[in-house]
């Protein structure tokens, strides 16, 4: 019990911060109390489904869960006679809202995992968690300095034609917020119809999961948080030029670039001929290694920003030999 968190730190916590989000939503974006309260809860509604993906299939959806609070303020912002400008603008800022309460969610049962595995003590994280959040704000101020010097496409991608960071999640958001705001859903209705087909399919798919199909055979029924995870489709990344349109950029379920499944699938089929050879040693090195490759990944970023901006990056000196395409290999 001594090793847990104790319940004053996180319920002040939270307090704390609903009482300021609350604050800023109504001083800064225009929210009454009532909306921002509905933007809370929902991400807390949100973390639910968030926590349960992410714990199944190690990838967090964030960015998609929180369309459903994006569809809930399109409605609101309509409702309201809101201008296009400023619905899209409510619109956006209250999914970033249950996004982030969602995210947080997800994160912190990740973290709490990993040191379950490693034995670390949850209290012991928890403070380790508010030094690191405290230095994260200075930091991620810096990196976002550093990648907009590096790629200026990222905050002005209507002046460029190609950009080094592809930035799917953005377009995803665009398009959500453009289409709910706008007078009429320029969404194809068969999207609608498919959308609504395969709600049906994975309600029923999860019923008959627990209630008919024995549990032995519970593998080999699909995860639709998995399956809505892969796109097969490119994206259309003109989105936000004169030529395109909110549905151009969504062309696949959720990560609109074929490289994410391949490196998904990769990366299970090397897990499973692990555990069959030596499932001890999965258990293991697994995660330390996995975490240690994401790590890499993102160092890696941060060091190509130096070199774009140093004039010597990629796109000077490098080539685009092996890559899935010129426009995701800066």
């Not at 921002?36 to 990838?59: E, N, P, Y």
């Not at 930091?139 to 190609?162: H, K, M, W």
């Not at 953005?170 to 009429?184: D, L």
């Amino acid at each position: 019990m001594e090793d847990r968190v104790p319940t004053l730190w996180w319920a002040g916590g939270l307090l704390i911060s609903t009482i300021a989000s609350i604050a800023i939503l109504s001083t800064m974006f225009h929210f009454n109390v009532g909306e921002a309260i509905l933007a809370l809860v929902l991400g807390f509604l949100l973390s639910f489904i968030c926590v349960r993906s992410a714990g199944q299939t190690d990838v967090n959806p964030v960015s998609t869960i929180a369309k459903a609070s994006q569809l809930v303020f399109g409605g609101i912002g309509k409702s309201a006679g809101m201008s296009l400008g400023v619905a899209q603008t409510f619109n956006l800022t209250a999914g970033f809202v249950s996004a982030g309460a969602a995210a947080q969610a997800s994160d912190m049962t990740g973290d709490l995992k990993t040191g379950y595995l490693l034995r670390a003590k949850p209290k012991n994280q928890f403070i380790a968690q508010l030094v690191g959040s405290v230095v994260a704000v200075f930091l991620n101020v810096g990196l976002f300095i550093l990648f907009t010097s590096a790629s200026r496409c990222i905050i002005a991608p209507q002046d460029y034609e190609t950009c080094t960071y592809s930035a799917p999640a953005v377009s995803a958001w665009a398009a959500v917020a453009t289409a709910v705001s706008s007078p009429k859903l320029p969404v194809p209705p068969t999207s609608g119809y498919t959308a609504i087909g395969l709600g049906i399919a994975a309600v029923i798919t999860v019923v008959a999961k627990h209630f008919w199909i024995p549990k032995k055979y519970w593998s080999y029924v699909p995860n639709w948080n998995a399956v809505g995870l892969v796109s097969p489709f490119p994206v259309d990344r003109s989105f936000g030029t004169d030529n395109s349109s909110p549905h151009d950029a969504i062309q696949g379920f959720v990560l609109p670039q074929t490289f994410f499944s391949i490196a998904m699938g990769f990366g299970s089929v090397f897990s499973y001929i692990w555990m069959k050879r030596n499932p001890s040693s999965l258990d293991m090195y697994m995660f330390p290694i996995a975490s240690g490759l994401l790590a890499g990944e993102g160092l890696g970023g941060v060091f190509a920003a130096l070199l774009a901006v140093a004039g010597v990056g990629g796109s000077v000196y490098g080539t685009a030999i092996g890559c899935p395409g010129f426009e995701y290999c800066g």
